[in-house]
């Protein structure tokens, strides 16, 4: 059961026009989430997160807004450049079970494309 | 670099045989976690460790798997009588905090 959805598999967008990348999530004990962007060959790397006493935070073009009655985040970025060609993965989280850190939950991931 | 290493990047193998991938976390981090990912699918989280402490495992994490942090610095982990099944990045990540970072994976193939 998948707990942490993007329910669409790629995106394409021009140069300068906004990217809207969606998560929808089912557990409502995760409290903390994150995007990711990987590039081939690398490892995720992170990209912005959200707390789920907020419902959006900004880092320059990238802006996550967080839904926790609709249980959904989204990412926005804009303007989109082409280097933003990439996979996007939302990841909620929750503490473990012992306390000691956080247990991230991927989704299956989103690859965007931006058109020069 | 600072960032997070892994080694091998590759591995190809034979069913039935065992491997062993390292992970060299950012030094200040002490938790560092091992993390699976199949082929259109995000990372599936496989272990955790607090400094030397294997404090997390997952159900994914069979009996033929086993993961070390022995000084609380690097990390091996190993996979016994290798499966086709097991073909996957395997990832692994370190943290001071919440965020978590990632190194670029060791790709596993097995025969």
């Known amino acids: 059961d998948q707990q942490v959805k993007q329910n669409s598999p790629s995106l394409s967008v021009q140069e300068g026009r906004i990217s809207i990348l969606n998560c929808d999530y089912t557990n409502s004990m995760f409290d903390y989430f994150l995007w990711y962007k990987k590039y081939p060959a690398e490892g995720p790397t992170f990209l912005i997160s959200?707390?789920?006493?907020?419902d959006k935070n900004e880092d320059g073009r990238f802006t996550v807004f967080l839904n926790k009655s609709a249980k959904h985040l989204s990412l926005h970025i804009v303007p989109s450049q082409p280097g933003d060609s990439a996979v996007y993965f939302c990841?909620?989280?929750?503490?473990?079970?012992?306390?000691?850190?956080?247990?991230?939950?991927f989704g299956s991931g989103t690859q965007l494309t931006v058109l020069p | 670099d600072t960032g997070v290493s892994q080694d091998p990047r590759h591995k190809i193998t034979k069913r039935g045989q065992n491997v062993t991938f390292r992970c060299d976390p950012i030094s200040e981090h002490n938790r560092l976690y091992w993390y699976r990912q199949t082929l259109g699918q995000g990372p599936e989280f496989l272990t955790y460790?607090?400094?030397?402490?294997?404090?997390?495992k997952s159900r994914l994490l069979s009996d033929r798997f086993s993961a070390e942090r022995p000084k609380g610095s690097f990390s091996t982990l190993e996979i016994q009588r290798t499966e086709q099944g097991d073909s996957a990045m395997y990832l692994c990540?370190?943290?001071?905090?919440?965020?978590?970072?990632f190194g670029p994976g060791t790709r596993l193939t097995v025969l």
């Open positions: 990540a370190s943290s001071p905090q919440d965020e978590q970072f």
């Open positions: 990841a909620a989280s929750t503490t473990f079970s012992s306390g000691s850190a956080r247990q991230l939950t």
């Open positions: 959200i707390s789920s006493i907020k």
């Open positions: 460790f607090q400094n030397e402490a294997q404090l997390e």
